[in-house]
């Protein structure tokens, strides 16, 4: 996911820095390690917590009328092609290589992503600002035990619209399999619709004949598509819809070209300013780093004005 909106609030943020940041990485990006994103090692919170880059992101996620606008009309614009989407039997949503078996006669689902596509976990992040940190697995999983992301706007209209119509939701996450009962318990606190638990695929699903790659989501698509017609996908991640191979710019915008079109009719995709694997691409993945040196790679993948 790399749309001129994250970049120009990220360069926002970035202008407001006089002094280096803690990193921040969050959940299903620290899950990815080699594709499409590493997990950079715990820095130590900055005592005070100075000038953080992640500041503003967070800030527009949580009190920006826009953000809810645009993610209310991602969803409002999924909802108008589902009667289409269901009508067409050939309607699939997975990309060719990722359909190991015909999807016609199959039951329709749609796949979402959990994390800041199904439940926005701001306040989580807004914690990390405050207190100069950086993304831990232990501190999100007391996060996630406090069962207390709420919905992103317009989602549960959409979910429900579906459910209505006999579309099973399936939530594929890069939450790890022992959070799968608050992830669910926290689904149905926010009104989402959840069949049962075979629904919800965290990393580490098994998947028979199939190689896990990282947090790639690669293998649960190509389970989902075994028993389903799977209509629309829903992330905040380029790597929600497709495999990265390469987390590079350069192949991050040729991956998107080649699927532009599926944006908007098989494809949704809501806006993340607050991390993703788009960031470490502008770094070569690199998160050895010193935190300098990763944001100085990062500035100087900006386009200035002269």
């Avoid at 969050?26 to 590493?38: E, F, K, N, S, V």
């Avoid at 999983?141 to 406090?146: I, K």
């Avoid at 549960?156 to 006999?166: I, P």
């Avoid at 350069?250 to 494809?267: I, M, Q, V």
Wanted: charge should be negative; charged fraction near 20%; include cysteine.
């Amino acid at each position: 996911m790399r749309p001129a909106l994250t970049l120009s609030l990220l360069a926002a943020a970035l202008s407001l820095a006089a002094c280096t940041p803690a990193s921040f990485t969050a959940p299903d990006t620290a899950a990815q390690p080699a594709t499409p994103a590493a997990t950079p090692a715990a820095e130590p919170a900055a005592a005070g917590a100075g000038p953080n880059d992640n500041l503003n992101a967070v800030l527009w996620v949580q009190r920006a009328a826009e953000y809810d606008a645009v993610a209310q009309t991602v969803y409002r614009a999924a909802a108008d092609k589902l009667d289409a989407a269901l009508t067409q039997a050939n309607w699939d949503a997975l990309v060719p290589d990722e359909r190991g078996n015909a999807a016609t006669g199959l039951p329709p689902a749609v796949v979402m992503d959990v994390d800041e596509t199904v439940l926005d976990n701001s306040p989580y992040q807004a914690r990390l600002v405050r207190d100069g940190a950086s993304y831990e697995d232990t501190t999100w999983d007391l996060w996630v035990a406090e069962k207390k992301a709420k919905a992103v706007p317009g989602v549960v209209d959409f979910a429900k619209a579906a459910a209505a119509r006999g579309v099973t939701i399936l939530y594929i996450s890069n939450r790890a399999e022992h959070l799968q009962a608050a992830t669910i318990a926290n689904l149905k606190a926010e009104g989402l619709p959840v069949k049962d638990e075979s629904v919800f695929l965290g990393l580490g699903t098994f998947v028979a004949d199939c190689e896990q790659n990282g947090s790639e989501k690669l293998c649960r698509r190509k389970l989902a598509g075994q028993k389903y017609r799977v209509l629309m996908q829903f992330g905040d991640q380029l790597g929600d819809f497709v495999e990265i191979v390469a987390n590079t710019p350069t192949d991050r915008d040729a991956l998107y070209e080649e699927y532009a079109d599926w944006f908007g009719e098989r494809w949704f995709m809501l806006p993340n300013p607050t991390y993703g694997s788009w960031e470490p691409a502008t770094f070569n993945n690199a998160w050895d780093q010193p935190p300098g040196a990763r944001r100085a790679a990062k500035l100087g993948s900006l386009d200035m004005a002269k």
